[in-house]
C-alpha cells in the first residue's frame, strides 16, 4: 500500500511539472476524452482522458500550442473548447443548428499553416531588437498574406545564438517576438491571432559546425542562422 502511494504521488509531481490551462467554467468539470491521434496538447490517462487538478484545471503538456488546443479533437469538437475556452475560437466549439437539407456544397477547406523563418539580423540589428526598415518590409508582406486567408493564429517564436548568458538571450527572444507581434497588430492584424514565445539559445540549428570558429567577428557570423525569427501562420483560403 505504502509502495502504491508513493507511486502515485511521483505521478502527480509528474503531471504537475508540465503546467496547467483553466476552462471556462471548473465548478464541475466533465471527462474530456481525446481521439488519441497525433500531438496531444493536454495530459492523458490510459483511457485518454484529460488529466485535471482538483479545480477542473487541464494539465498541458511540452506539445500545447493554440493551434494544437484548437485542432487535437475530443469526440466532435477540439478539446481546447473544454481546457481552453478562452482561446479556442467560439464557432468551433458550438454545434450547427439543424436546418432544411440543401444543395450538397463543396468540402470546407482545411487550415493549412505555412512556417517562415525570417533571419532575425535581417530584422533587427545585432544584440537588438528594434525593428530595422528592411525587417518591417518583409512583416509588411506578411501581413498582407495574412489578410487573403481566413486567419486563426500567427505564431511568432524567437531565437538567439549561444553567445552571452541564458537569461539574456531569453529575455532578448522574448522582445524579438513581441516586436513582431507589436508591428502585425499595427498593420492590422487582430492582437488576438497572435501569439508569441522566446526560446532564447536552446534550439540552435548551427550544431557543431562553428566550434573551431576563431575569433568573435567570424563566429557572430557563422551563427548567423541560429538569429531568427520563426513565424507560423494558420489559417484557410
Same mark, same amino acid.
Given at each position: ?6 507511486k502515485h504521488?511521483?505521478? +502527480?509531481?509528474a503531471?504537475a511539472s +508540465? ?33 485535471r ?19 487535437? +479533437? ?36 482545411k ?19 528594434? +525593428? ?5 518590409a ?52 487582430e ?25 568573435r ?21
Open positions: 500500500m505504502i509502495k502504491q502511494t508513493k504521488m511521483f505521478v +502527480l509531481a503531471i +508540465l503546467g496547467f490551462s483553466a476552462p471556462s467554467a471548473f465548478a464541475q468539470a466533465k471527462d474530456v476524452v481525446v481521439d488519441g491521434k497525433g500531438e496531444i496538447p493536454y495530459v492523458i490517462d490510459g483511457r485518454n482522458v484529460v488529466a487538478s482538483g479545480t477542473g484545471l487541464c494539465w498541458r503538456t511540452g506539445y500545447w500550442t493554440p493551434a494544437a488546443a484548437s485542432t487535437a +479533437l475530443a469526440g466532435q469538437f477540439p478539446v481546447g473548447c473544454e481546457c481552453d475556452s478562452d482561446i479556442v475560437p467560439k464557432e468551433k466549439c458550438t454545434a450547427p443548428v439543424a436546418a432544411a437539407p440543401a444543395p450538397a456544397a463543396a468540402p470546407a477547406p487550415p493549412t499553416a505555412d512556417k517562415i523563418k525570417l533571419s532575425a539580423d535581417a530584422l533587427f540589428d545585432f544584440d537588438k531588437a528594434v +525593428l530595422k526598415p528592411e525587417g518591417m518583409k512583416l509588411d508582406d506578411l501581413a498582407a498574406k495574412s489578410k487573403q486567408i481566413k486567419l486563426e493564429v500567427i505564431l511568432a517564436v524567437g531565437h538567439t545564438d549561444r553567445l552571452g548568458s541564458d537569461a539574456y538571450n531569453q529575455k532578448l527572444s522574448e522582445r524579438r517576438a513581441a516586436a513582431v507581434k507589436t508591428y502585425l497588430v499595427s498593420k492590422g492584424v492582437a488576438n491571432r497572435v501569439y508569441t514565445e522566446g526560446k532564447g539559445k536552446k534550439q540552435p540549428v548551427t550544431g557543431t559546425s562553428c566550434n573551431n570558429v576563431k575569433g567577428t567570424a563566429l557572430i557570423s557563422c551563427l548567423q542562422p541560429d538569429r531568427r525569427v520563426e513565424v507560423e501562420v494558420i489559417g484557410s483560403k
